[in-house]
């Protein structure tokens, strides 16, 4: 080991490590190759120019691709971790184009995704002095400020010397216990400011850090099981991000324990499975919401009872705790009992849990099958009665197409490894609804901060993430829009990502609440053109084409399947316009409201309490 030099630094004489000397943007590349963190989604200015050229040094091992926006950056990001929970990082300028992440900072901390969000600020001699895209009426290069709310921290090292550290503690902040976004503020001179600094060891990385339940609280959910006569397992992302999805099969098809989960859970267990119950809420699956408002006995693990998963929290609709006993298992402290006060509250990892569960459960005799054999009669009844009532819609060919059309042909063309990412809207409560997530990281959901331009973003970052399996992006004709310039990427950097968009010439999430609550008026939600007030949008295939993107356009029924089978053995980027039925809604099977605007009652199945 090197001994700190006459030149060394405090923290390096302290730490006793091995000292170099090195430009901080040197640092920064550096720190980026020995964490593997392969790829930098970035946007250049002048805040962060310094560090393009020590990135370039590096380009054989970190790759810099250059969406043409900020929140596609970073969105990008949040799609590589969610499929492939490795973090990657994002590079943005001083001001303004760091300011642009600010709401897909939100989108990934909301849905617990990790990224490293390197952003660019003011020299430090000119802190204060109000230069060129400085945020300074509270506090010097203010841009911590700005970001701390969408972020686990915000680091601003000031010096060279401080970045080592900095950024080990920003991976591990990142990437330890529930996973997040972090930002590194960085001046500008630190880029170019050469400095003796001590080198920190490399971080190891997501998913080691796994702590479990204490024995008592294992035997005492067994105890809870062995009680039931209608239990429920509730999963959240949480079981996806621990990667549970293996142990959640076993425990759930061993012990025969139906199977709920919020959209970003979907896939750990196949959901083709009998014991998959789908989704829960409003627009969750009535089979879902039946076991969920009749359960006696819920193990929620890793999710968090948000308003939608939870129809408001209102007794009777989705859930009806306390009547139900509740076993609430999280990695995060604050979300155990956020909403319901658990009988039994659990701080642990869902994989290390399910673990501990299957091995104590084998000690025990539960006959899962014979225990609960009424509790599943009584599901197979309420499938049935759902099954009876949406499949001939599933079977419809019409034009314009119904929303379940498209499902369905997504579900008959799409392989089951297939990623598909939806935006914020109607097409994905349809998605919630009725897609059959066969694996984990499969779908990409926009959950926590329902950000706009997420699904049609992060589909680039999921297929760099998954060059061989096909992802395609299920977004608004709205939501596409605010994100067109994905195309641009795709053709830049070869990302042959496929782009369906549900083309209802509407914000129609927010038209339909309108219609719905405002007397059937629409205002300022639909799109129009011309004193005639015709539907307008552009010709989105010959906008794809534009790009150098290829473009079709479906807008019958029959023609749907045959094009995306069309776009994802297509190997380059393809966009397919498609349009679909706009007056048709899916079935609420839950409720959500809006207080203190009454809230609408089901229109299949009603409230049961039992
Ligand atoms: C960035 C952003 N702006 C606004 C909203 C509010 N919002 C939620 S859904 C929606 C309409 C979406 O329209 P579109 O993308 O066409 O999808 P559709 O509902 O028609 O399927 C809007 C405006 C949001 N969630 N995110
Ligand atoms: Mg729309």
Redesign the pocket.
């Known amino acids: 080991m090197n001994k700190p030099t006459e030149k060394g630094l405090a923290g390096a004489a302290d730490t006793g490590r091995k000292t170099v000397t090195r430009k901080g943007g040197d640092l920064i590349a550096e720190f980026l190759v020995k964490e593997k963190i392969p790829y930098v989604f970035g946007i250049c200015g002048h805040g962060n120019v310094g560090l393009l050229d020590p990135l370039y040094q590096v380009r054989d091992k970190v790759k810099l691709v250059s969406p043409r926006h900020e929140q596609t950056a970073a969105h990008m990001a949040d799609g590589y971790f969610r499929v492939k929970h490795q973090p990657v990082a994002t590079l943005t300028s001083t001001g303004p184009g760091s300011a642009n992440i600010v ?1 897909a900072l939100a989108v990934a901390q909301t849905d617990s995704s990790a990224l490293l969000a390197i952003t660019a600020n003011v020299p430090t001699s000119q802190f204060n002095r109000g230069p060129f895209q400085e945020l300074n009426r509270h506090n010097q290069a203010d841009f911590p400020n700005v970001i701390r709310p969408v972020v686990k921290r915000s680091f601003q090292p000031t010096r060279v010397d401080m970045l080592p550290l900095a950024l080990r503690q920003a991976v591990t902040t990142m990437t330890s216990g529930r996973p997040g976004p972090v930002n590194v503020d960085i001046p500008f001179n630190l880029f170019q400011e050469e400095a003796e600094v001590p080198l920190e060891p490399a971080w190891d990385g997501f998913d080691k850090r796994r702590s479990g339940a204490s024995p008592d609280d294992v035997r005492a959910v067994l105890d809870m099981l062995r009680a039931a006569r209608r239990p429920v397992l509730f999963i959240g992302h949480g079981v996806t991000l621990s990667e549970a999805g293996k142990a959640l099969t076993e425990f759930a098809t061993r012990y025969r324990v139906p199977v709920i989960s919020s959209p970003n859970g979907m896939g750990c267990l196949d959901m083709r499975d009998p014991l998959s119950l789908g989704f829960i809420g409003r627009n969750g699956a009535y089979p879902a919401n039946q076991a969920g408002r009749n359960t006696d006995l819920i193990i929620a693990i890793g999710a968090r009872f948000d308003d939608r998963s939870s129809s408001s929290w209102m007794p009777g609709y989705s859930w009806n705790i306390p009547a139900s006993k509740l076993v609430h298992v999280d990695v995060d402290h604050a979300e155990i009992g956020r909403n319901y006060a658990p009988d039994l509250g659990i701080l642990a990892d869902a994989r290390t849990f399910l673990r501990q569960l299957l091995a104590e459960a084998a000690n025990r005799r539960i006959d899962g099958a014979a225990q609960f054999a009424a509790w599943h009669a009584e599901i197979a009844g309420w499938r049935a009665e759902w099954e009876k009532y949406v499949a001939p819609n599933f079977a419809l060919h019409t034009t314009p197409i119904r929303p379940e059309r498209i499902v369905a042909d997504c579900r008959a063309v799409l392989p089951d490894d297939a990623i598909i990412s939806l ?5 994905h409560n349809w998605f919630m609804q009725f897609w059959e997530a066969r694996r984990p990281q499969t779908m990409l959901n926009t959950w926590g901060y ?4 997420f699904g049609p973003s992060s589909i680039l970052g999921a297929k760099l993430a998954a060059p061989d399996k096909p992802c395609v992006s299920i ?5 596409f829009t ?1 994100v067109s310039h994905v195309l641009c990427t795709a053709v830049e950097y070869d990302i042959p990502a496929v782009w369906v968009v ?1 083309n ?1 010439f ?5 038209r339909d609440l309108q219609y719905a609550y405002f007397d059937g008026r629409e205002h300022g939600t639909a799109f129009y053109s011309g004193p005639e007030r015709k539907p307008y949008n552009p010709d989105f295939a010959a906008w794809a084409r534009a790009a150098g993107v290829e473009g079709l356009t479906v807008t019958k029924s029959q023609d749907f399947k045959g094009a995306l089978e069309h776009a994802v053995k297509l190997g380059k980027p393809c966009l397919v316009d498609v349009h679909v039925d706009a007056d048709v809604r899916p079935p609420g099977t839950g409720a959500w409201a809006l207080p203190p605007i009454p809230h609408k009652e089901p229109i299949f199945g009603s409230k049961h309490v039992r």
């Not at 935006?423 to 097409?427: E, Y």
């Not at 977004?475 to 939501?479: A, E, I, L, R, Y």
């Not at 509407?506 to 927010?510: D, K, R, Y």
Request: proline share 0%; hydrophobic share 45%; net charge negative.
């Open positions: 709401m935006d914020s809207g109607i097409h329902s950000g706009m331009g977004c608004g004709d709205g939501g605010m549900w209802n509407a914000w129609a999430a927010i």
